[in-house]
């Protein structure tokens, strides 16, 4: 029989085969094996942390969500953090709390935990992060998983929130509304076919294996052009907002320049109803694309950077004074200027 011990070895074991690159060498004095990981710090260089709970009936479904995919979110949803700051991603700590309904001496069960990290350590050496440490305990019903994302960016580098000056262009990268139109999807009973290449497959693909644009968030912090970032995890009206409150500003969007993704068709919405497709793609969450605002004379070069990068990027609005609105996001659409409905993910509201 498999022991918690036996189990947490094997998780060591996949982490030290992955081979360190030269910067994390440098700042890892020990990683897994003792009662804490060991870093070295460096001059000029602030280290960013950030946390990600994902609980099984709250945020995935074990029915829905095949195993590797499941380890391939859990580090990304960390990942996306880290580029929303501008920053490397380094590190990783993972905690577990395996239901006891898995029995990890059950074969089954092992062979969900091979899947899962082989997801986990994918996306980690494409990144070159470097697993650390962690901790497994057992829950009475669901999977519980913890991530913890450890970056770095030089001193005063980090791009906030709070950043945002009035003037300023808003953009994001990518499109909106394919999660949330996946999770439709499986919410109603479609499932992934690894096999199949078609819009739908392509939608349940958006929700169940996110690809933040870290190597771009990096960039444009290194050059100073973001003035504050955040990453669309849950919603862009409502992560805008976010932006807006702790800048003391206000936006204005253009419903025409926002990208909806065009797997927001496969729930009905698009090619019918273009404001409610509209408004199920800005509500919508988990698509891991950056949201930024930045002085409009840098657009080329941003541009430039994100065609580098194959990251698509779109201006889709302007940052306001607070005090010329009666709400901080409205909508312009066909010389109109509207309030926009802000709405988005709320755990305690499910």
């Known amino acids: 029989m498999q022991s918690e011990f036996e189990f947490i070895k094997r998780i060591r074991d996949q982490a030290t085969k992955r081979r360190a690159t030269a910067d994390t ?35 995935f479904k074990i029915e829905y969500a095949p195993p590797r995919l499941l380890g391939h979110k859990a580090l990304a949803v960390s990942l996306s953090d880290i580029a929303a700051m501008g920053g490397a991603p380094a590190f990783s700590l993972l905690t577990l709390g395996v239901p006891k309904r898995f029995q990890i001496s059950n074969p089954e069960s092992q062979i969900f935990f091979e899947e899962f990290f082989a997801g986990y350590f994918a996306l980690a050496e494409k990144h070159s992060v470097t697993l ?28 906030r929130r709070g950043g945002a000056k009035a003037g300023d262009a808003i953009y994001l990268t990518g499109a909106v509304g394919a999660s949330a139109a996946g999770l439709k999807l499986l919410l109603d009973g479609a499932r992934l076919n690894e096999n199949e290449d078609s819009p739908a497959q392509s939608a349940l693909r958006a929700h169940l294996k996110p690809e933040p644009p870290v190597a771009f968030g990096r960039r444009i912090a290194e050059r100073g052009l973001a003035h504050s ?13 976010r932006i807006c409150e702790e800048s003391g500003t206000a936006a204005i969007i253009d419903f025409d320049s926002v990208p909806l993704a065009p797997q927001v068709n496969e729930v009905g919405l698009i090619s019918k109803e273009l404001e409610a497709a509209f408004e199920f793609a800005v509500q919508g969450g988990e698509d891991f694309e950056l949201l930024l605002t930045a002085g409009g004379s840098d657009e080329v070069e941003l541009l430039e950077i994100a065609a580098d990068f194959g990251v ?3 201006r889709i609005g302007q940052i306001i004074p607070v005090d010329q609105i009666k709400s ?16 988005g993910f709320d755990h305690f509201q499910i």
């Not at 970032?229 to 907002?241: E, R, W």
């Not at 901080?328 to 709405?343: A, F, N």
């Open 25 to 59: 060498k440098e700042d890892l004095v020990f990683g897994v094996g003792d009662d804490a990981a060991i870093l070295r710090e460096r001059e000029g260089r602030e280290t960013l942390l950030t946390v990600d709970m994902l609980v099984e009936e709250i945020d």
């Open 132 to 159: 650390i440490g962690g901790d497994v305990s057992s829950t009475p019903d669901r999977l519980a998983i913890d991530s913890i994302v450890i970056g770095h960016c030089l001193t005063g580098q980090a791009v």
């Open 229 to 241: 970032m955040i990453d669309v995890s849950d919603g862009l009206a409502q992560d805008l907002l």
């Open 312 to 314: 698509r990027l779109a």
């Open 328 to 343: 901080r996001i409205m909508l312009s659409r066909g010389g109109q200027v509207k309030p926009l409905s802000i709405h």
